[in-house]
């Protein structure tokens, strides 16, 4: 089956443009994560979201950032007034959601290049 | 806090040398879950393997092999006979089990990479 997919593959944007990222998870996985990859931080946690529960935001780097899942399936990372360290790969990742406190794997995206000028 | 330290910010190796990525964690759960992926030039990150902190058995998969001692906090990647198609950065990653709120959902925190390098 179709892995995750992300879009667009690459941006290039201005200095305080905002930008919106696109993941779409694999078919039933009710798991999606966002990291973001970048040559100083390496790869970081930004956020998650599982099921219709809260999201987990704790890994936002700023208020600039956000994300929202629509239907339980694909999910947009928006950037406000983007900045120059805002630089990076961003990576989207899903998984099953095992329940029993029991860990799954993630499957990750090819990611979107985010450049900003 | 968690973290994941892999020392070897680069390795070159010649064809069909054996190589050994190291990766050493923290963590003060007793439950955690370790991982292996790889990022090969396209950028994609594929996962190579999962292991859960009550299993310490090794396991081999065709030339790739894992060492998982709780002992030394170390979860060691080895890969024998080593190909120009094992090119790529290779990340360690841990989770913990966080069994009170949402189960499942991991947050990933990764070492920063071991760069491959395999050369002919």
């Known amino acids: 089956g179709a892995g995750v997919s992300q879009s667009p593959s690459n941006k290039v944007t201005e200095k305080g443009k905002d930008v919106e990222l696109r993941c779409d998870p694999i078919?039933?996985?009710?798991?999606l994560y966002w990291y973001r990859q970048s040559l100083g931080q390496g790869l970081e946690f930004l956020i998650y979201?599982?099921?219709?529960?809260?999201?987990?935001k704790s890994g936002l780097p700023s208020d600039r950032f956000s994300a929202e899942r629509t239907g339980g399936s694909v999910s947009t990372l928006t950037i406000q007034r983007t900045q120059q360290e805002d630089s990076a790969v961003y990576l989207c990742?899903?998984?099953?959601?095992?329940?029993?406190?029991?860990?799954?794997?993630?499957?990750f995206g090819p990611g979107t290049r985010l450049t900003v000028l | 806090a968690q973290k994941v330290t892999q020392a070897q910010t680069e390795i070159s190796v010649v064809e069909k040398e054996d190589v050994t990525l190291d990766c050493v964690y923290e963590?003060?759960?007793?439950?955690?879950?370790l991982f292996w992926y790889k990022q090969p030039p396209s950028g994609e990150l594929v996962f190579l393997i999962r292991?859960?902190?009550?299993?310490?058995q090794n396991e081999i998969s065709g030339r790739y092999s894992w060492n998982f001692q709780k002992s030394t906090s170390s979860f060691n990647f080895t890969i024998t006979a080593s190909q120009v198609v094992d090119s790529a950065v290779y990340f360690c990653?841990?989770?913990?089990?966080?069994?009170?709120?949402?189960?499942?959902?991991?947050?990933?925190?990764f070492g920063q990479g071991t760069r491959l390098t395999i050369n002919p």
């Open positions: 078919s039933g996985h009710t798991a």
């Open positions: 979201f599982q099921g219709n529960s809260a999201p987990d």
């Open positions: 963590t003060r759960d007793t439950t955690y879950y």
């Open positions: 990653a841990l989770s913990e089990v966080e069994i009170m709120t949402i189960q499942g959902a991991q947050k990933l925190v």
């Open positions: 292991r859960n902190s009550f299993d310490e």
């Open positions: 990742a899903s998984s099953l959601g095992v329940a029993g406190g029991l860990t799954d794997t993630q499957y």
